[in-house]
């Protein structure tokens, strides 16, 4: 599990129990803007004692299970190599992920948003979006990339890859 799938988990289990950032944070021993950064998906590393303290607070543990079977595919890693193929500068999947969660594209990696948008096959876009809400809260990920769309001067036809599975 990635460090933002557990800050999407930490998330869902605080807001269940009806606690606020500031309070889950000042039980864990962590700051308001930490807790903040790893529920949203963008803290970069947090050391292992943080996170279960996190947890216990919420009365989650981590549990280390072998899976067998084939690894699903990384829709992030597939989505930013293909926004990169024409350019200079390839667009990381971090840089991908940040711009899907917070819906603000820098300008200097407009060109290759659009291009991922119009040009990427509608099954990594899918994928894509199903991969990523697995990290936001619902209806969050839809609005960032209607504020995508807009910035690049795209029209919204994002329906046709953003259909929920079995909906």
Known sequence: MKLEEIGHEIR???LSLGLTQGELAAASNVTRT???QLENGVIKDLGIRKVEAI???LGLTFLIDRTSGKKPPDFLRLASTAASVSFKTPIS???LRRILLTGKVPADRRAQ???LLEESPKTLLNGLIQQMRRSTD???LERNL???LAALGLPDDSGQ???RPGG
Request: glycine share 4%; aromatic share 4%; no cysteine.
């Open 12 to 14: 869902r289990s605080r």
């Open 34 to 36: 930490t807790l903040s």
């Open 55 to 57: 947890l216990e607070q």
């Open 93 to 95: 999947a971090d840089e």
């Open 113 to 115: 948003m659009r291009a």
């Open 138 to 140: 619902p209806g969050k």
């Open 146 to 148: 209607a504020r995508i």
């Open 161 to 163: 890859w953003l259909a």
